[in-house]
């Protein structure tokens, strides 16, 4: 664990480092749950992988298991932009500064891996901070409100079939915008699936196969968005 200077105050986050102590930016976005284990664990992963992975802590140490605190706990923080603009924002300086490296073509330097609540940060923050994105991975997370005209990232979207939070049609609306803005997109949805496939915590809806392929093709999208 580490602390970084954020939008409002110092933000705690969970960095992993690969062997060698460099390699491309990734920034891994929690969901309504808080900074649990798993999130953790995919900047493990993606530092195996031989990325530079911080989780930024948006809940400032606090988690739950209760989807009802969590949803109190996310509702919070929706109104509360400027704070979590202002953590990413912080999150990536500190990238920056510890083992972050850019890609040889110039190109926006970082990339998001993020959930849910995360997933619609990240899908914000690309248009926000157009020319430092280059790559987003989001699961179970839909914008299709916004104007995807300012990104410079591609995007790879993984959506729940049968998932209560997201719809089918706000995932095809979401898709739709970014190909009208031109962006390179791949959206993919898992059989069978439910809201919260990738999380090991949440044993009512975990789908081991679906989240290994999902992880198989998160990081062979980051190498090649990231290692230009």
């Excluded at 619609?120 to 923050?125: N, Q, T």
């Excluded at 839909?142 to 959506?159: E, I, Q, R, V």
């Amino acid at each position: 664990m580490i602390v970084f200077p954020g939008g409002e105050s110092t933000v705690p986050g969970y960095l992993a480092l690969p062997q060698g102590g460099q390699g491309p930016g990734v920034l891994v976005l929690h969901e309504w749950w808080g900074l649990t284990e798993p999130f953790k664990q995919v900047c493990d992963r993606l530092a195996e992988a031989g990325f530079v992975a911080l989780a930024p802590d948006f809940y400032r140490g606090k988690t739950t298991a209760s989807i009802e605190e969590a949803e109190a706990l996310g509702a919070e923080l929706d109104r509360n932009v400027k704070r979590w603009r202002g953590d990413i924002v912080g999150a990536l300086q500190f990238l920056r500064q510890h083992g972050a490296t850019r890609p040889t073509d110039g190109r926006g330097a970082f990339g998001f891996v993020a959930f849910s609540l995360g997933g619609s940060y990240a899908l914000d923050m690309s248009i926000n901070l157009a020319e430092e994105i280059a790559a987003v991975v989001t699961f179970y997370a839909t914008y299709p409100g916004l104007d995807y005209h300012g990104a410079k990232a591609a995007y790879l979207c993984h959506f729940a079939e049968e998932d209560p939070y997201v719809s089918a049609e706000s995932a095809v609306e979401m898709e739709q915008a970014l190909g009208a803005a031109g962006r390179q997109t791949t959206c993919y949805t898992y059989p069978g699936t439910r809201h919260w496939f990738f999380d090991a915590n949440r044993v009512e809806a975990y789908d081991a196969s679906a989240a290994a392929l999902a992880w198989e093709r998160t990081v062979a999208f980051l190498n090649a968005e990231l290692r230009r």
